[in-house]
């Protein structure tokens, strides 16, 4: 039995077609000179919204388990959104998963970090941004 992660992306917001396609509306990326993605303020504190993760999860399983979500500033441990629980229903391939963060305060520049912790697994899957003043 095993959950491995393929791919975390971060945008502003995740909408879904009559299609069943997604569409990303502002995604986060990184640059050559940073691997993470940063969101570039003006000045702090600063409230975000909405975040929403889109993650790809590969594995064998085929249940149901919750999870919890939370976003925390690295340095300090404090929490930056209300964390989120929820349920993910896992099929052997490829899973998508999507986890919305609604009224983020950001106080402090530094690497936050998305940690995403499944029942009865072992790893917690975490997904690092940077905040930065310019």
């Given amino acids: ?10 945008c502003d917001d995740i909408r879904i ?4 396609k997604l569409i990303l509306i502002g995604l986060y990326t990184p640059n050559p000179a940073n691997p ?16 929403t993760f889109f993650q790809l999860l590969d594995t064998d399983l085929t249940e149901t388990r ?12 404090r929490m930056a959104a ?9 099929a052997p391939g ?4 999507l986890i ?13 970090s998305m940690v995403l912790d499944i029942s009865d ?3 917690k899957f975490t997904s690092s941004f940077d905040v930065k003043l310019f």
């Avoid at 039995?1 to 971060?10: A, Y």
């Avoid at 077609?17 to 069943?20: I, K, P, Q």
């Avoid at 209300?82 to 896992?90: A, D, E, S, Y």
């Fill in 66 to 77: 919750t999870f919890q979500a939370r976003i925390e500033h690295l340095d300090t441990g």
């Fill in 121 to 123: 697994h072992p790893v």
């Fill in 100 to 112: 919305k963060f609604t009224g983020i305060s950001i106080t402090k520049e530094g690497q936050y």
């Fill in 82 to 90: 209300p964390v989120l629980n929820g349920q993910i229903q896992f």
């Fill in 17 to 20: 077609e009559n299609t069943n």
């Fill in 36 to 51: 993470i993605p940063i969101i570039g303020v003006r000045g702090l504190p600063l409230s975000i919204p909405s975040l």
């Fill in 94 to 97: 490829r899973v998508p998963n």
């Fill in 1 to 10: 039995m095993f959950i491995n992660e393929v791919c975390t992306l971060m």
